[in-house]
Each structure stands twice: as structure tokens, then as C-alpha cells.
């Protein structure tokens, strides 16, 4: 990947990057004591610092720091070096380069001065923004990609540093990052959502936290964080708190623990991880290798390529031809003949008595319904577990079904059991979601595994129905699935939601269902963004209820939007009688889908409250109507 590929990858709000780890502490580790100018060894000991990258790149780092945290004229006047200050940091910014050898981005780490600023301290504003200035300077002349400040405590300083950065080079990227104590408070008293509201407004492209104290409270801090901010956020904690041992300080926290960090990390919202004091190449290893599923689109090399720069890797396996997406299931035979399908979602049980479900399903397949759709734990509630309800369903009562499956619940082992078992037994429609979070349910305690997201999911089931598990690995026959996912086009983040489903499309998915669609004319805004994303659209469409059901909807479930429009009808028809209520959702929901049949190929009806009659009644005195029901 070029340069410029690697920096949009860097910026890109969704893409996952990792960072590297410790430097002063592997520096230390090599025998370097710590009364010594650490920066000073880019141009002293070149090999030793080398070295130190080229163990990070090789542990799966996409961006190296320059060994220069400290390479400003205040603190290396205190070892006599404050005229070299341009030449200390081109020499670290030359060898991190070369460390890399093209395949990482350079970033130059930037620390604070380490004095104290106005009106704290004798030193100016203008002083601090010059003497930043100058580092950064000696930092592009050697090339860095982009700018790194990091560990600093007083919003002011960090200001100053990201003024002179857009002084010294306005477009090179800025990654601004602040330190925390355990109470997620600067030494300065600021808390961390006025660190993200603070770094926002100063420009910086990255905003986030590092060193001082371990993953937990760094993770406590994104997560205040994410709300009060849209900029990308990064976090590169500590390996936990240094402990004394013989005398030493260590720090404790294991690769493995710093892994499972780093997927909470990503989980509240950080895109840029990595490690600060004490994490180490074999750290950043276990991170790299734990997000990898959440980072499933990180760009790669064409195998070619790849293998002239290192003829020892081994040829990829494509796997097998996939079964034509026609062939897999009744339900994708008519999306690929371009016809108009219907399916009626049913929650499945709180308990193990299914016969009321079975009962409503007869009904459905009675009336014509192509599929029965089966939702997987929705709003994070306990149930009746789809797959096995799917199965239930098929074997009973003879109707095709399309499986939600979540990202919340499972590890990635635990995934792909469940996806080859429920191809074994003959399952072929599976809608890939993330799934709502746990504390929205009535389980607030019950955490989230969330390993891979929903184009992590769906790329697995790509590789699965190639005949190949996630690690390359074949599995003999391939499942059959036919891979629907999940679209909004009621986000808040239109331009995100639509680089997502972009990227599940290019993971391999087939076919999306929308959200509740309450608004047509933002269906049809968001239906000409896509255009050129070639798969087919399935509306989805929720009876309202009453008003209750309709501001529950607007104000309580996430991705789903109602117009005040809406909720005035469900309103002035509930004033009049509760009847009034269900007639008029049941009309909003046909005028719905009576707009929308031109757009889109089909239709997910929603029986709300479990009330299939509800769901049937919306295709009543419809164009859109299945075959058997008569209005």
C-alpha cells in the first residue's frame, strides 16, 4: 500500500490501526540507563533503536514512533544537546523510516517541555509553540508521516503543540493525545470529556490518551470520551501500573491481558491502539492478532506483490467456487430472478413452549410469506436462541426462515460452531447484525464479547461458504449461505453508515434489510447514495401500534427513526379510541410499503408485539401482496 493509501487508512474514521509500544522501556531493557538522553541514541546507538522498531514492525505494528518523546531544546539542554534538537530528530525520523522499510507509517512522537506554562510557570505560550515548532522541523526533514503528541497534561501545552504543528506543515496529520489518572482526571483536574471536547475544537485529526495508568482506565476515559466527540480516537495505555520488584519498577500487565484491552478499546469507540509504558513487540503482537477480526478490511498487498518481498510466504487459497447465490435457498432463487419477496419477523420465545410461534408460522406460510424472519436476541433480551428457533421452524413447519445473527454474544470460535452446524442441518439465509449492547436489555450486568463486528462476520461466512475457515484452513464442503446484512438509512452519520455497508458488500454480502422505514423520502435519498453498491434492498416495515409504541421507537431503539409527522398521526388516532391506534399504524405501514415497492425488491414486516395478524394485514389491499392473502 502507498503511502498516501496508508495515511487514508490512518484517517478513516472505521479503520483500526495499531500503533507500537514502549520505547524507553525496551531501550531500557538493552541495558541503557535511565540517567542517559535516550533521544540522543538515534545518532549514538542507531543499531539499538533500529532494532527496536524493526521489532515492532515484525510484531504487526502499522505505525512506528520516532524515538524523540523527549528531542525538544528544554529538556535536552539539560544533557548539554539543546543545539542539536534538528539533528537529533531528523536522525530518528531517517532510522524509524529505514526500520520500516516502506511498510509503516512514521510517526513523530512529540512530548511535552516539560516545564511548567503560563500563568503557571515562567515560560510563554509563544515560547512553547517555538520550541515545538523547531522539533517538528528536525521531524519532517526526516521524513515523518505524520505528527504524534502524546503524555501531555495541561490542555494549553497541547495546544500550543498542535498550533505549531499546523504551522510547520498544515497538512501532515495530527494525533493529539493526553494522560490521565485513575480518577479519568488530567493532573490539571480536566476530565476526559473535556479533553475530547478540547483536542476537537484545537483540530487535531486523531484525539485520545496514553501512559500513565493501564488499560481499565484508559478504557473507563474512551468511553466518556466517544459521546462528546466525532473525531477518530486513540488510546495506548500502559501495561498496567508499575510495581516494585527487587528494587525495580515493573509492569505487569501480560500480552494476553492487553489483548483483551485492546478489543474493549475498539468496542468503546477507539480506532487508533497501541501501547505506552511497559508494553513491548510481543504486547503489540497479542493486540495485532486480537482485533484482527474488527479490523477486517485493513488493505493487503496482492499476493504477487507479497511474495516478491518475501519469496518464503506461502500461495493463498481462494477455496472453492461458491454455489450460485440462486441455487442456495427458495428465498435467494427469487431475489436473483429480480422478484419482490416477503418475510414477517417473529421474536422468538422468552421460554422453551414454541407452539404459539409454530401456530403463527402456519399461518404465514399459509398466507404465502416467502420466509419467517428470526431476530437474535433483539434489544439484548434473553430468548429462545435463533438458530435453534430457525431449525424449529424449518423441520415443523416447512417455511424457509432467515437467521439474524449476532456479533454480541460469542466469541469467534463459538460463531463458527454455531454457522456449521446451522449449515449442516440445512439452515441458508443468515442476516449478519452486531447486535444491540447488553445494557439496553434487561441484563444490564451481562457483558459483550463482540470479537468481530458485523463485516467481520460477514467476511467469515464468505471465506465459509469457499470452503475455508477464518484462518485460510479448508473445511471440506462449503456452506451454502445466502448473506444478507443489516443498513440504515435513518443514521445520524449517513456518509459512515454508507462506507460500512460498502465494506460489507465487499466482504460478500448479498442482500441488506433496512431498518423500520417511517420515512420514504430518506429511503429514497439514502437508495440514490447507494446506487452503486449493486445488491438488492429488503424494507423493512413495523406496524405501529400506538403512540407509546411509536415514541418508544423514536427515542429508545437505536437506529430506528420516526418522524414527529408520524407520531402526530399515531397520536390524533389514539385520541380517538385504542382501535383507532392499530388501524392507523397499520395504514402508515401500508402506505410504506406501498412507496417504497418501485425502490426496493421485497419487504421484512415486522409482527409487532408477536401479533402476525398485524404483520398480515399490512399486506392487505397492497400491490406488494403475498400470493394467498385477499384483501
Known amino acids: ?15 483500526v490501526v495499531v500503533f507500537d509500544g514502549a520505547m524507553g522501556t525496551q531501550l531500557y531493557a538493552k541495558g541503557v540507563f535511565i540517567n542517559q ?12 533503536v533500529r532494532d527496536v522498531h524493526r521489532a515492532y514492525v515484525d510484531a504487526g505494528a502499522e505505525v512506528i514512533e520516532t524515538n524523540t518523546f523527549g528531542a525538544n531544546r528544554l529538556k535536552l539542554a539539560q544533557f548539554g544537546l539543546g543545539g542539536q534538537v534538528g539533528e537529533i530528530n531528523e536522525a530518528a525520523a531517517k532510522l524509524a523510516a529505514e526500520a520500516g522499510e516502506g511498510d509503516v507509517l512514521v510517526a513523530g512522537a512529540v512530548g511535552p517541555l516539560g516545564v511548567r506554562l503560563e500563568p503557571y510557570g515562567p515560560t510563554s505560550l509563544d515560547e512553547a509553540r517555538s520550541a515545538f515548532a523547531e522539533q517538528m522541523r528536525g521531524l519532517v526533514a526526516g521524513g515523518v508521516d505524520l505528527f504524534l503528541l502524546e503524555t501531555f497534561a495541561d490542555i494549553h501545552e497541547i495546544e500550543q503543540a498542535i498550533l505549531a504543528a499546523r504551522e510547520v506543515d498544515r497538512d501532515m496529520p495530527v494525533i493529539a493525545q493526553m494522560t490521565i489518572g485513575t480518577d479519568c482526571l488530567t493532573p490539571y483536574g480536566a476530565s476526559a470529556e473535556d479533553v475530547a471536547r478540547a483536542l476537537d475544537a484545537f483540530g487535531a485529526d486523531i484525539i485520545g490518551l496514553n501512559c500513565s495508568v493501564g488499560p481499565q ?13 466525532r473525531r477518530k480516537l486513540s488510546a ?25 484491552y485492546a478489543l474493549h478499546l475498539v468496542h468503546a469507540g477507539a480506532r487508533v491502539v497501541g501501547g505506552c509504558c511497559g508494553t513491548t513487540p510481543e504486547h503489540i503482537a497479542a493486540m495485532v492478532e486480537g482485533i484482527r477480526p474488527l479490523s477486517p478490511r485493513t488493505a493487503m498487498a496482492p499476493s504477487v506483490e507479497r511474495r516478491k518481498k518475501r519469496p518464503d510466504a506461502p500461495e493463498e487459497d481462494a477455496g472453492v467456487e461458491p454455489l450460485p447465490f440462486a441455487q442456495r435457498s ?44 428470526v431476530p437474535d436476541g433483539p434489544r439484548a433480551q434473553s430468548r429462545m436462541g435463533a438458530v435453534l428457533t430457525s431449525l424449529l421452524i424449518e423441520q415443523q413447519v416447512g417455511i424457509e426462515t432467515v437467521v439474524h445473527y449476532c456479533c454480541r ?40 464479547v463482540f470479537d468481530i463486528d458485523s463485516i467481520g462476520l460477514t467476511n467469515l461466512v464468505a471465506r465459509l461458504n469457499r470452503g475455508l475457515d477464518p484462518g485460510g484452513n479448508a473445511i471440506g464442503a462449503p456452506t451454502s449461505y445466502a448473506i444478507g446484512v443489516g443498513v440504515n438509512p435513518a443514521s445520524l452519520d449517513i456518509p459512515h453508515e454508507i462506507k ?68 402526530a398521526r399515531m397520536r390524533r388516532a389514539n385520541d380517538k379510541s385504542k382501535e383507532a391506534g392499530v388501524a392507523e399504524g397499520i395504514a402508515i405501514a401500508r402506505e410504506m410499503l406501498e412507496r417504497v415497492r418501485p425502490i426496493v425488491q421485497g419487504a421484512q414486516v415486522s409482527a409487532p408485539f408477536g401479533k402476525v395478524e398485524l404483520a398480515l394485514d399490512v399486506f392487505n389491499n397492497s400491490t406488494a401482496a403475498v400470493p394467498n392473502i385477499r384483501a
Open 409 to 448: 454474544d460469542r466469541n469467534l470460535l463459538g460463531m463458527l460452531s454455531d454457522l456449521l452446524g446451522a449449515a449442516a442441518v440445512g439452515l441458508r439465509n443468515i442476516l449478519i447484525i452486531t447486535g444491540d449492547p447488553p445494557k439496553m436489555g434487561p441484563y444490564p450486568n451481562a457483558t459483550a
Open 217 to 229: 482506565a484508559i478504557l473507563e476515559a474512551i468511553e466518556r470520551m466517544a459521546p462528546v466527540t
Open 1 to 15: 500500500m502507498s503511502d498516501d493509501g496508508k495515511l487514508a487508512r490512518l484517517l478513516d474514521p472505521l479503520q
Open 37 to 48: 538522553c535516550y533521544d540522543e541514541l538515534s545518532l549514538r546507538a542507531p543499531d539499538l
Open 330 to 373: 427458495k428465498l435467494a432463487g427469487k431475489i436473483a430472478r429480480g422478484e419482490f419477496v416477503t418475510s414477517v419477523e417473529i421474536v422468538p420465545p422468552r421460554g422453551v413452549d414454541a407452539s404459539r410461534m409454530i401456530r403463527d408460522c402456519r399461518a404465514l406460510k399459509d398466507a404465502g410469506v416467502d420466509a419467517v424472519n
Open 500 to 567: 460500512r455497508f460498502e465494506w460489507k458488500v465487499e466482504a460478500g454480502a448479498e442482500y441488506a434489510i433496512t431498518q423500520p422505514v417511517f420515512d420514504v423520502d430518506q429511503l429514497e435519498s439514502f437508495m440514490r447514495k447507494i446506487e452503486h453498491v449493486k445488491i438488492p434492498i429488503i424494507a423493512g416495515i413495523w406496524p405501529l401500534v400506538s403512540v407509546r409504541n411509536a415514541e418508544f421507537l423514536a427515542n429508545e431503539v437505536p437506529g430506528v427513526s420516526v418522524p414527529d409527522h408520524i407520531i
Open 236 to 260: 495506548q495505555p500502559n501495561a498496567g501500573m508499575p510495581r516494585e520488584v527487587s528494587g525495580r519498577s515493573m509492569y505487569m500487565a501480560s500480552p494476553e491481558y492487553m489483548a483483551t
